[in-house]
């Protein structure tokens, strides 16, 4: 943003819509945007990960409003939700616009803005991360575990917008993400050796690493990463 405020300098809650609109389409696939418009099948609505995208944000919207309603960080369900949505769209389109200082929200908030920074959209967007269709496919072959442990003997297979998944790719995709959490907290790793407390290390190694933008800590969303010596 051009202002040291972010788009929160403005405090008008029509610039705060229009960039959550479009913050929110700039982080899925652009491929589906474009099908969607010349009316192809393969379009945003028949999408599993879009749909796995936008119901998560949705959920994690709600949550978010009634945490900050209910824990007294704003005094109307208009106010939690006009914050909570912006800052969540936000972190996870990795637009890294802010409207609020989330260094003052509950635990629950800051842990569900985590989350997002570390998912991120969807593959074929602007955005970074680890992208809604690893996490996708990953809480998928979750489930499929699950059940093979309970039925030794049953045949599952992860499947995906109705095709089934090889192996080899859900291999690769756990590898990815493991390989993503290792690195970010290496980084955290990193940066506390400078004396930075875990919260401000942690949050910047991961909002380094996925282009996110704001962390917690020192490089909070009304804060930059200016006092960091690495």
């Known amino acids: 943003s051009t202002k040291n405020m972010s788009i929160g300098a403005y405090n008008n809650i029509w610039i705060d819509i229009i960039c959550i609109i479009f913050m929110l389409i700039a982080s899925i696939h652009f491929g589906l945007i474009f099908s969607t418009f010349i009316r192809n099948k393969n379009n945003i609505f028949r999408s599993e990960v879009v749909r796995f995208y936008i119901f998560g944000i949705i959920a994690m919207i709600i949550c978010t409003m009634l945490n900050l309603k209910f824990s007294g960080n704003y005094e109307t369900f208009g106010e939690a939700l006009r914050y ?27 842990l569900i803005l985590i989350y997002c920074g570390f998912q991120c959209g969807c593959a074929g967007s602007t955005t970074g991360g680890l992208k809604a269709d690893r996490m996708l496919l990953l809480f998928k072959a979750l489930k499929v575990r699950i059940i093979q442990q309970q039925h030794p003997n049953a045949v599952v297979r992860v499947k995906l917008d109705g095709l089934s998944q ?18 970010a907290l290496a980084g955290g790793l990193l940066i506390s050796l400078t004396g930075e407390d875990l919260l401000t290390s942690f949050s910047a190694s991961y909002a380094s690493l996925g282009n996110v933008g704001p962390g917690f800590g020192k490089v909070g969303s009304v804060d930059n990463f200016a006092s960091l010596t690495v």
């Open 84 to 110: 909570g949505s912006f800052q969540i769209v936000s972190v996870i389109s990795t637009t890294g616009f802010a409207t609020a200082n989330t260094n003052l929200w509950t635990p629950f908030a800051i």
């Open 166 to 183: 090889e192996n080899s790719l859900i291999s690769t995709v756990t590898l990815y993400i493991v390989l993503y959490l290792v690195l």
